[in-house]
């Protein structure tokens, strides 16, 4: 059934390239749980034991806020088809902004995306996996496209404009510095 490691083995590599989506959770001390899909080929596993993963622009910046304050951080990936298998990546992550020294580097192992904002780095220190028997199979049929669209329509300063009015909090009041570190 379930097994640990102290990192990621290349054949749960292998598993993660494969996915096309995964979750991620983050909390602070005293703020919500914040449980988020991803997808958008916005994944990358460095070496055994980081993860990087480029996140795009949103309704929230929950992940942001909560990793400043609190790096712990979750990656589940689940096997929606083949062999059953649930897959959890545990460590500590921090925040990559565009004004960081490191972006430049870290963003140029991804296919841009319209609305980029922040990439996580994960310090992976446990990888889980569990059965998963209980996990349904489901087809991939495809990426959806409105996301790109609407960031393309806004552009960049109206990206910027959408991050002042709605991505500088958490829903607890927590701080992104998504203005500061990105414009």
Same mark, same amino acid.
């Given at each position: 059934? &379930? /097994? /640990?490691?102290?990192?990621? =083995?290349? /054949?749960?590599k292998q598993f993660i390239e494969h996915q096309k989506i995964f979750f991620v959770g983050?909390?602070?001390a005293d703020s919500r749980v914040n449980v988020s899909p991803k997808g958008m080929d916005s994944l990358r596993v460095l070496d055994a034991n980081r993860v990087i993963w480029l996140n795009v622009t949103?309704? &929230? @910046?929950?992940?942001?806020?909560?990793?400043q304050e609190n790096p712990r951080m979750t990656l589940m990936f689940a096997a929606f088809?083949?062999? =059953?298998?649930?897959l959890r990546i545990y460590g500590n992550a921090?925040?990559?902004?565009?004004?960081? =020294?490191?972006?430049?580097?870290?963003?140029?192992?991804?296919?841009p995306l319209p609305g980029a904002r922040q990439i996580f780095e994960l310090a992976v220190d446990l990888v889980?996996?569990?059965? &998963?028997?209980g996990v349904p199979f489901y087809d991939y049929t495809g990426e959806r496209e409105q996301l790109n669209k609407w960031a393309n329509k806004k552009?960049?300063? &109206?990206?910027?404009?959408?991050? /002042?009015?709605a991505n500088q909090e958490s829903i607890d009041g927590k701080p992104t510095?998504?203005?500061?570190? @990105?414009?």
């Amino acid at each position: 059934m &379930g /097994k /640990k490691y102290s990192e990621i =083995p290349d /054949k749960l590599k292998q598993f993660i390239e494969h996915q096309k989506i995964f979750f991620v959770g983050t909390a602070t001390a005293d703020s919500r749980v914040n449980v988020s899909p991803k997808g958008m080929d916005s994944l990358r596993v460095l070496d055994a034991n980081r993860v990087i993963w480029l996140n795009v622009t949103g309704s &929230g @910046n929950e992940t942001s806020a909560h990793v400043q304050e609190n790096p712990r951080m979750t990656l589940m990936f689940a096997a929606f088809e083949g062999n =059953p298998m649930i897959l959890r990546i545990y460590g500590n992550a921090r925040v990559i902004h565009k004004n960081d =020294p490191d972006w430049k580097d870290k963003f140029a192992l991804f296919t841009p995306l319209p609305g980029a904002r922040q990439i996580f780095e994960l310090a992976v220190d446990l990888v889980q996996t569990s059965c &998963g028997m209980g996990v349904p199979f489901y087809d991939y049929t495809g990426e959806r496209e409105q996301l790109n669209k609407w960031a393309n329509k806004k552009g960049e300063d &109206g990206i910027k404009t959408y991050w /002042k009015d709605a991505n500088q909090e958490s829903i607890d009041g927590k701080p992104t510095h998504i203005m500061e570190k @990105n414009t």
